[in-house]
């Protein structure tokens, strides 16, 4: 299988031999504008391909639950490689802010980057158990002090600029990365409101449209959400992430980065 996946742009196209009978078509789900191919559909995604609503979401389910899971003292050098600089291999790329840091600065002090759970871990109260807790698909370096200002926030639109965080905004509920990190952290909610659906001892988590959802085990808000996924789609370096996250740690996908139109089918 090859390290990069292929990707097509499809359109939908009524037969012409039937309008010509003068037949009527029955009425076909439309493909979303934007839907792609990838070389897992044969393979990795064979059991979702052609899917719809919960149907689509229960075969992901079933296909992305099949993972290796790393203990929390892993991430930090896992992390070291899914988010390396394209262009300093001495140093990550951290969310929110987009700053390039050192490796080497990876702790618990100002100047540092640590481990930021997008799905708070307090929402669902998984905390930094295996599972869950660890999961790489969700979890990216961030500066110290700008994971500490997300806290445990839903995610919305709106609010006060972030000190250093690079055109990110925050409220008294809510935070809003910068528009390059947008679609990113979409799609790692919604990777997580189908991985963790209730029946491996966690908690179901699901997405929902409010914010201020506390210890319940939602992530507000969806319509945002989506309009970030279609706005921000999926960049070379999350889809370069994705792919060491599959053939080196986890050996699972992020669905949504390889098919940003399943947000929509599902939602």
Do not use: C
């Not at 600029?161 to 905004?169: D, E």
């Amino acid at each position: 299988m090859p390290a990069t996946h292929i990707r097509r742009w499809k359109t939908l196209a009524l037969s012409t031999s039937a309008v010509l009978v003068g037949l009527t078509l029955p009425t076909v789900a439309a493909t979303p504008a934007n839907a792609t191919t990838t070389a897992y559909d044969s393979t990795y995604y064979k059991n979702a391909v052609g899917k719809t609503g919960t149907s689509l979401k229960s075969s992901l389910h079933t296909i992305i639950s099949s993972q290796t899971k790393i203990s929390y003292s892993a991430v930090w050098n896992a992390l070291k490689v899914t988010d390396q600089d394209p262009n300093n291999s001495s140093n990550v790329i951290l969310l929110y802010s987009g700053v390039s840091r050192s490796k080497s600065l990876n702790g618990g002090d100002v100047g540092d980057w640590n481990r930021e759970h997008t799905w708070a871990k307090s929402h669902g109260d998984f905390g930094e158990v295996t599972g869950p807790g660890t999961d790489l698909h969700h979890l990216r370096p961030a500066d110290v002090q700008v994971n500490s200002i997300r806290g445990n926030l839903d995610f919305d639109n709106g609010g006060s600029t972030v000190t250093n965080g690079g055109g990110s905004l925050v409220d008294s509920d809510s935070f809003q990365p910068r528009a390059a990190d947008r679609g990113d952290v979409a799609r790692m909610i919604l990777y997580m409101a189908v991985r963790y659906e209730g029946d491996d001892g966690f908690a179901d988590l699901e997405p929902n449209e409010k914010v201020g959802n506390g210890s319940n085990p939602y992530m507000g808000k969806l319509s945002v959400l989506k309009a970030w996924n279609e706005a921000d789609p999926p960049s070379a370096f999350e889809e370069k992430r994705n792919q060491a996250i599959y053939d080196t740690y986890q050996h699972n996908r992020n669905p949504f980065i390889d098919h940003p139109e399943w947000v929509e089918a599902i939602w």
